[in-house]
């Protein structure tokens, strides 16, 4: 039992602290800043932040959510990314113990986590975050647990060519751009984490989600439709549930066959 609690732990200092980066990723990735170079400082004055400042979701707090120097307030999304980051970490650990599905689990809804909050405030999806992570699923693939590194490599070339056919037929229909490049990618990271029938699963449950929750906006404001954001939450309810949802459609469908057979 002390054992699972050390584990917890070290998930827990592990994701504040990846959560931290992460919000390194999202404030400058968008802008094409390095995220190594300089280090973490005040988004208004500039001035460095001391390593004790810096101290995930805590140091937020005991600043009272103001910089040290400029006494400019700091943005609550820091230590909100940082505690969802946590969660996601402990989510984890908790649900699949220390195993590679655990890990997996962890980077990929970390990474989403970050694809969404970039294209909600930005409407890009940085390459190094649906590239990277691209990388980061083939890899994933040679873990038990994981789809085989065949079915990775077809889960992202179907995830994107899905994306880049409607995308192409959505020009020719309307005579503009219907799909973002970064979506496409973002698709292709997500298939190679999740396989074939996972991608299509994660279009299908984000076009629902983006029409259901932005379709009205959009329809209304004439705002475009953060694609990434859908395609996020999509990706993280197929890891979680989607053997789940699965069942439950066939068990669905169930009753109607066997009436059709008696």
């Given at each position: 039992?002390?054992?699972?609690?050390?584990?917890?732990?070290?998930?827990?200092?592990?994701?504040?602290?990846?959560?931290?980066?992460?919000?390194?990723?999202?404030?400058?990735?968008?802008?094409?800043?390095?995220?190594?170079?300089?280090?973490?400082?005040?988004?208004?004055?500039?001035?460095?932040?001391?390593?004790?400042?810096?101290?995930?979701?805590?140091?937020?707090?005991?600043?009272?959510?103001?910089?040290?120097?400029?006494?400019?307030?700091?943005?609550?999304?820091?230590?909100?990314?940082?505690?969802?980051?946590?969660?996601?970490?402990?989510?984890?650990?908790?649900?699949?113990?220390?195993?590679?599905?655990?890990?997996?689990?962890?980077?990929?809804?970390?990474?989403?986590?970050?694809?969404?909050?970039?294209?909600?405030?930005?409407?890009?999806?940085?390459?190094?975050?649906?590239?990277?992570?691209?990388?980061?699923?083939?890899?994933?693939?040679?873990?038990?647990?994981?789809?085989?590194?065949?079915?990775?490599?077809?889960?992202?070339?179907?995830?994107?060519?899905?994306?880049?056919?409607?995308?192409?037929?959505?020009?020719?229909?309307?005579?503009?751009?219907?799909?973002?490049?970064?979506?496409?990618?973002?698709?292709?990271?997500?298939g190679a984490f999740l396989g074939?029938?996972?991608?299509?699963?994660?279009?299908?449950?984000?076009?629902?989600?983006?029409?259901?929750?932005?379709?009205?906006?959009?329809?209304?404001?004439?705002?475009?439709?953060?694609?990434?954001?859908?395609?996020?939450?999509?990706?993280?309810?197929?890891?979680?549930?989607?053997?789940?949802?699965?069942?439950?459609?066939?068990?669905?469908?169930?009753?109607?066959?066997?009436?059709?057979?008696?």
């Open positions: 039992m002390v054992t699972d609690w050390v584990f917890i732990g070290w998930a827990a200092f592990l994701g504040a602290s990846i959560g931290s980066f992460l919000n390194v990723c999202i404030a400058r990735l968008p802008v094409g800043e390095s995220v190594v170079r300089p280090g973490s400082r005040c988004p208004k004055c500039s001035e460095p932040v001391r390593w004790h400042d810096n101290v995930p979701i805590l140091s937020w707090f005991l600043l009272g959510g103001k910089c040290r120097f400029c006494k400019e307030p700091i943005s609550w999304q820091y230590p909100a990314v940082e505690f969802s980051t946590l969660v996601i970490w402990i989510g984890m650990a908790i649900a699949y113990g220390p195993t590679p599905r655990g890990l997996v689990g962890a980077i990929l809804l970390t990474i989403l986590l970050a694809i969404a909050l970039t294209d909600a405030q930005h409407y890009i999806i940085p390459d190094p975050l649906s590239l990277g992570g691209l990388a980061a699923g083939l890899a994933a693939s040679f873990f038990p647990g994981s789809p085989t590194p065949l079915m990775a490599l077809a889960g992202a070339a179907l995830g994107f060519g899905v994306l880049f056919a409607v995308g192409w037929l959505g020009e020719r229909a309307f005579k503009k751009p219907a799909m973002g490049g970064g979506d496409m990618k973002m698709m292709a990271m997500v074939p029938l996972g991608a299509l699963m994660t279009i299908f449950l984000g076009a629902l989600a983006g029409s259901v929750i932005f379709g009205p906006i959009s329809l209304k404001t004439g705002k475009l439709v953060p694609f990434g954001v859908f395609l996020a939450l999509g990706a993280a309810a197929t890891f979680l549930f989607g053997d789940w949802l699965i069942d439950w459609y066939a068990g669905f469908l169930a009753p109607s066959d066997v009436g059709l057979t008696n």
